[in-house]
Nanobody, 121 residues
Framework: QVQLLESGGGLVQAGGSLRLSCAAS???????????VSWFRQAPGKERKFLAS???????HYADSVQGRFTISRDNAKNTVSLQMNSLKPEDTAIYYC????????????WGQGTQVTVSS
């Protein structure tokens, strides 16, 4: 089974950029390549929301709120999925999570522990 670990969060000023990484272990290699990986975020007092996903064929999908600002990518050789975040806004402040599911499954089988992103105005 895949385990996920996020990194790259931190404090940044509005308009700045951050790059988050999601590293997979314990079920890597060819197994990871067969997973759809997504990024979510959860702000204090709010529900967890979908941000972006990348399929096994590298096609990407984005929520309207981040379209054009965030870019998701994967490196199967390194078993990582990244989220490049540009033009950050204070409302992007949240805990960011990555999650993975096999391409044939509808539910996410693995979640990371989350990484905090704080955008100051």
């Amino acid at each position: 089974q895949v385990q996920l670990l996020e990194s790259g969060g931190g404090l940044v000023q509005a308009g700045g950029s951050l790059r988050l990484s999601c590293a997979a272990s314990g079920g890597t290699g060819r197994n990871f390549m067969k997973h759809i990986v997504s990024w979510f975020r959860q702000a204090p007092g709010k529900e967890r929301k979908f941000l972006a996903s990348i399929d096994t064929d590298d096609s990407a999908h984005y929520a309207d709120s981040v379209q054009g600002r965030f870019t998701i990518s994967r490196d199967n050789a390194k078993n990582t999925v990244s989220l490049q975040m540009n033009s950050l806004k204070p409302e992007d402040t949240a805990i960011y999570y990555c999650a993975a599911r096999p391409s044939y499954a509808s539910d996410y089988a693995a979640w990371g522990q989350g990484t905090q992103v704080t955008v100051s105005s």
